[in-house]
């Protein structure tokens, strides 16, 4: 039989989130056998989800995946279906796919290559299996196969890679090659970055062609477990051809595509067409989708912001406004209320705006909290924004908590507070003052407090820890300011939040200096533009500052004294901040990389500062 009609499903499961879990893996079983569909991929460690972290390491976490696999396996009559999951054998865990036909267990292919760089730790929980190796597997008094197999489904032959196995230069698929197989089937578990998707897709269309073969691959979906996005993506080439795609990033719970091939057939009339990369419009389905999931899986009644009317707290209620706009349009109104486990309340009279905007109003808080050192710009851009999308908006002055702090410590130093002498302190403890009274409406109202800190800002500790650091979630704590100073326009003109409109037109500043000092952002600290070059060649390149300034000299038309302050200036801060890195809240993985120590970059608190690599910089 050389002709096979084949599909992916994407899902979007929850660490042992069981009920959730098992109800899309059987919705997309059931789907697929509708639609006649023949093979069906499944995504990496689907039964558990992927994020379980350190539960892997639980004995009774295998011995339930195993339980829960035994209700998926009656199900697939008639179909063969891929299911991931963890498998504990000899006293190791493997992570495998377990493929099931009509009803019964042909054997579990076990991963072979491990992720372990980046966000990923896979050696901490599991071992590779080693190649060309295949042993038996006992369960329930039935014996099974696993290892390095390959599988005859209806004349098709088939074989695996899980994710990182096809990462790697001597790959599985090698080996396949040289079997003869006819379909790989690839299911995974890649977190979203920023044009991430074209380097899979390439991977994907480039394997098929090397290894003469059909290739789909299935990826996991959604805000699976707090920090981590899936794209979802499904993806079918064959003979070097992209065959399929589907519409990454969704909101539904599954996604099923599928197609027909021919195994003996090694040119189609494909109308499938690659997807332009487009970090904007990525970064608004990304991130909107990573706080819906986040919303719905804690059960919060919404998310409350203290709106400055700055680019950052901005940013965070376009992506809150964004989940709803969205979540509406994708599900349809009944599917998305139930979803957030909100009722609706409102005229049916209403058109879909003016829904999305109820809505919007039911789940988001925003507050602006002046003091004697706000301009009016600020309020006004707050109150205009938050009123566009629907929003609540508060406001209320902080002065006279700030004047009580004042007098307070005044009394205990036997002084009297000054710029001059104090300015740091003066400035942080506004940013502090704030933070109670807005934790305060967020514990009332039982919803989720987002902290508005951008990746820049952590790289320098530009930030006022426990005050505009205070919060649950920091959905742009992955991205820089330059990116999102440049993503709210487009979001202003291309997604049509015409609320944006006095934001993008004010100069990013913290406003906790007295009117009569000027205080930017960048007057602060540096220029943004060199600051996210510096960070890109310091620490995501991990260059030595002599190795930066080598290389921005050749890059930049910039006096060469300047250039070293600006570099100084990074390392030192960065060095001296690890301890606020430490403790931001989560945040989104949303770039190829980001600063949070407990997924991509492990920094020591305590260290010597660059103190001699900055001295080399000095002499040059």
């Given at each position: ?116 760089e ?17 042993e ?5 008094n ?70 003469e ?7 996991q979906?959604?805000n ?84 400055s ?27 998305f ?8 309340d ?7 705006n ?58 205990a ?26 934790w ?46 440049q ?65 921005l000299?050749?890059?930049l ?64």
């Open positions: 039989m050389s002709q096979i009609r084949i599909g992916g499903a994407c899902l979007n499961q929850t660490p042992i989130g069981w009920a959730n879990n098992i109800a899309n893996i059987k919705a997309a079983i059931l789907e697929a056998q509708e639609k006649n569909v023949e093979i069906l991929c499944l995504p990496e460690l689907c039964i558990t989800a992927y994020g379980c972290q350190d539960l892997f390491l639980s004995e009774w976490l295998v011995e339930e995946a195993l339980t829960q696999l035994m209700t998926i396996v009656p199900l697939c009559n008639d179909i063969a279906v891929a299911v991931g999951l963890p498998i504990r054998h000899n006293q190791k865990i493997y992570n495998t796919t377990c493929l099931i036909q009509n009803s019964q267990i042909l054997g579990f292919y076990a991963k072979q290559i491990l992720a372990n980046g966000i990923h730790y896979e050696h901490r929980w599991f071992s590779p299996w080693p190649s060309a190796v295949v038996k597997f006992s369960y329930a039935k014996n099974y196969q696993i290892g390095d197999l390959t599988f005859h489904i209806d004349g098709v032959h088939t074989g695996f890679e899980i994710c990182e196995d096809a990462w790697n230069k001597e790959r599985p698929a090698c080996r396949l090659y040289e079997k003869g197989v006819d379909l790989i089937l690839n299911p995974s578990a890649s977190h979203f970055s920023f044009g991430k998707h074209k380097i899979r897709e390439q991977l994907i269309v480039t394997s098929s062609k090397s290894f073969c059909h290739y789909l691959y299935v990826n979906l959604g699976e477990s707090g920090r981590v996005i899936y794209d979802g993506d499904i993806i079918l080439a064959s003979h070097g051809q992209l065959l399929a795609a589907n519409d990454r990033l969704s909101f539904q719970p599954y996604q099923l595509m599928y197609f027909d091939i021919d195994t003996e057939q090694k040119e189609y009339k494909s109308t499938s067409q690659t997807d332009s990369i487009d970090n904007n419009r990525d970064f608004a389905k990304a991130a909107s989708l990573g706080l819906f999931d986040y919303l719905r899986k804690s059960r919060a009644n919404g998310y409350t912001i203290s709106l009317g700055g680019a950052d707290s901005s940013s965070i209620a376009v992506l809150v406004a964004e989940l709803v706009r969205r979540g509406v349009l994708e599900l349809g109104l009944e599917k209320l139930d979803s957030i486990h909100l009722k609706a409102w005229s049916n009279e209403l058109s879909v003016e829904v999305i905007k109820q809505i919007t109003n039911r789940i988001l808080i925003t507050a602006y909290q002046g003091t004697k050192n706000s301009s009016e710009g600020t309020s006004s851009s707050a109150q205009h924004l938050a009123e566009s999308v629907g929003a609540q908006f508060k406001h209320w002055k902080i002065d006279d908590v700030v004047d009580s702090n004042h007098d307070i410590i005044e009394k130093i036997g002084r009297k507070l000054t710029w001059e002498q104090d300015d740091i302190a003066m400035q942080n403890i506004q940013a502090r003052s704030r933070s109670p009274l807005i305060m409406i967020a514990n009332i109202t039982g919803t989720i407090l987002l902290t508005t800190s951008n990746r820049s800002e952590g790289d320098v500790g530009y930030t006022t820890m426990d005050g505009d650091t205070s919060g649950s979630l920091a959905p742009i704590a992955g991205v820089d300011k330059p990116f999102l100073l993503w709210l326009k487009y979001a202003e003109t291309t997604l049509g939040y015409k609320g944006l409109q006095q934001v993008n037109n004010l100069t990013p500043t913290a406003e906790l200096r007295p009117k009569g000092y000027t205080q930017t952002d960048e007057d602060d600290l540096m220029p943004y533009s060199i600051l996210v070059q510096i960070e890109r060649l310091g620490i995501y390149q991990r260059k030595s500052p002599l190795e930066v300034y080598q290389a000299m050749k890059e038309s910039i006096d060469t004294d300047l250039l070293k302050t600006y570099i100084r200036k990074f390392y030192r801060l960065w060095s001296i901040n690890q301890w606020k890195r430490e403790r931001l809240a989560p945040s989104f993985h949303l770039d190829d990389f980001n600063v949070d120590p407990k997924t991509w970059c492990r920094f020591p608190i305590l260290s010597g500062g660059f103190e001699e690599e900055l001295k080399q910089l000095d002499q040059l």
